[in-house]
Nanobody, 123 residues
Framework: QVQLVESGGGLVQAGGSLRLSCAGSGGTFSVYSMGWFRQAPGKEREFVAAIDRSGANTYYADTAKGRFTISRDNAKNTMYLQMNTLKPEDTAVYYC????????????????WGQGTQVTVSS
């Protein structure tokens, strides 16, 4: 069973960048497909991006395409989300997630979740 811990959130001005990290422990990291989700105040949690076990295939929500990049380093048991050209509407708690099946991550039903990290984008 994998445990996930996010880091890298914070306050940034619109147009700025942040890189989120998600560190996995307690399991074999490379057997899990991974993903990022976010939840803004008063809204449902939404899919942001996903990456398969090897990192060869990535998937993005339309809101993330062209601005966010998901990646992973299995040797470091860590996944990343590079976020560029941030907008105030990107403000949310960002969660990382894991599941042996990529499909489960993409449809928003992964087996494992992190505790979340706050990202606030000021205008």
């Amino acid at each position: 069973q994998v445990q996930l811990v996010e880091s890298g959130g914070g306050l940034v001005q619109a147009g700025g960048s942040l890189r989120l990290s998600c560190a996995g422990s307690g399991g074999t990291f490379s057997v899990y497909s991974m993903g990022w989700f976010r939840q803004a105040p008063g809204k449902e949690r939404e899919f942001v991006a996903a990456i398969d076990r090897s990192g060869a295939n990535t998937y993005y929500a339309d809101t993330a395409k062209g601005r966010f990049t998901i990646s992973r380093d299995n040797a470091k048991n860590t996944m990343y989300l590079q976020m560029n050209t941030l907008k105030p509407e990107d403000t949310a708690v960002y969660y990382c997630a894991a599941d042996p099946k990529t499909s489960q991550v993409v449809i928003g039903q992964p087996g494992y979740w992190g505790q979340g990290t706050q990202v606030t984008v000021s205008s």
